[in-house]
């Protein structure tokens, strides 16, 4: 049995990732520092597959123990999701989040040179294309000078792997997420944001559920059918399959090249306005919502052309928007 280390293993993506490794018969450990999640998921994972993964609670900036942990622990491969994602916050705290995003990967990566440890999947995101020139949004799309120090550090991110893999032989693949949302069908994971949720998604559940008062729709004046603003919104457990497709494309070496990386996403765009009717339709409820100016940073439209992610993984999204927006609003109520 291959074993997997998965770290951030308790987070949104992270977790659904777990359930998915393991369902496909592999051996989980997690690394997670609780520092944006709880340790609650752990049972959780354990109630959906009935096998309880290996957790170490590590704070992957910790040099010394990182090396620890690979001293005690031997992995057929890693995937890599722990690190900040909030792009508003990454703007006041751009050196927590180089060395979060970043130390974090190097350190690793230093352990895989020196033990001849391989396979590697890293959380990547569109964040990287910016607003890109043509739509819908393939592989050759010229990387953009980003946006916010967050999505600095996936770019920077993914050339350090590039760097990594040409010098130590390391296999690689970056997965260029579009925007996730969802929750397991068991409804026993999901997305916990901690405070004011400042995705489209949590945001429209909790308005739902009464906890905010209204949504903000932000613009309705982009260069649009509608309007609002376009994106690509993927359901979790479709990108916690992708990272297997990935992973079995390292294990059984049919990648073409040292570092890949690939689309992740429906290759469906959906405008706010859609999104609001399609979770109407999911929950049976009318939300609140009003029109406001843009929020600062957003681009007009991102959404994928997953050709290439389709053939070479292997792989293809199976679940709607509204049985992800059903599932995450099960979620929310349950809450
Ligand atoms: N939106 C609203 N009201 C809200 C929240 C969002 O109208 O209260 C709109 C946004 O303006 C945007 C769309 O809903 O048009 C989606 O917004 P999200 O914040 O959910 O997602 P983003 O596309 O802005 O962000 C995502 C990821 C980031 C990543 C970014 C890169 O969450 O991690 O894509 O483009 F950096």
């Not at 690979?70 to 508003?88: L, M, Q, T």
């Not at 690793?108 to 033990?115: F, G």
């Not at 294309?129 to 592989?139: K, N």
Request: aromatic share 8%; charged share 25%.
């Amino acid at each position: 049995m291959k074993k997997i280390l998965v770290t951030g293993g308790l987070g949104f993506i992270g977790s659904h990732t777990v359930v998915e490794l393991q369902n496909a018969g592999f051996e989980v450990v997690i690394i997670d520092d609780l520092s944006n999640t709880t340790i609650g998921v752990l049972d959780k994972i354990t109630e959906i597959t009935g096998t309880k993964p290996d957790f170490h609670q590590i704070d992957l900036r910790v040099k010394n123990d990182v090396k620890n942990f690979f001293e005690n622990n031997k992995v057929d491969g890693i995937i890599h999701f722990a690190a900040f994602k909030a792009v508003g916050e990454s703007m006041h705290k751009p050196l927590d989040y180089y060395e979060n995003n970043l130390g974090a990967l190097v350190y690793l990566l230093q352990e895989m040179r020196d033990r001849k440890l391989d396979n590697f999947i890293f959380s990547s995101s569109c964040t990287v294309y910016g607003q890109a020139d043509e739509l819908p949004i393939t592989e050759k799309a010229p990387v953009k000078t980003a946006e916010s120090v967050y999505g600095n550090t996936k770019q920077i991110g993914e050339e350090i792997l590039k760097d990594a893999s040409k010098a130590h032989n390391l296999n690689i693949i970056a997965l260029r997420y579009f925007n996730p949302i969802g929750a397991h069908p068991s409804i026993k994971i999901g997305e916990l944001p901690l405070g004011v949720p400042q995705n489209l998604i949590p945001y429209i559940t909790q308005t739902a559920a009464g906890m905010r008062e209204e949504l903000s729709v932000f613009g309705d004046d982009y260069d649009t059918p509608d309007g609002t603003a376009v994106r690509d919104y993927i359901h979790v457990v479709d990108l916690a399959k992708a990272h297997i497709a990935a992973l079995e494309r390292l294990i059984n070496k049919n990648n073409k090249k040292g570092f890949e990386y690939f689309n992740i996403g429906t290759g469906k765009g959906s405008s706010v306005l859609e999104v609001i009717k399609a979770f109407e339709k999911a929950s049976g409820k009318t939300l609140n919502y009003k029109i406001v100016p843009r929020r600062e940073g957003d681009i007009t439209a991102a959404y994928a052309d997953t050709t290439i992610a389709n053939k070479e993984l292997n792989w293809k999204t199976e679940k709607t928007l509204e049985e992800a927006l059903g599932s995450s609003w099960k979620w929310q109520q349950q809450q």
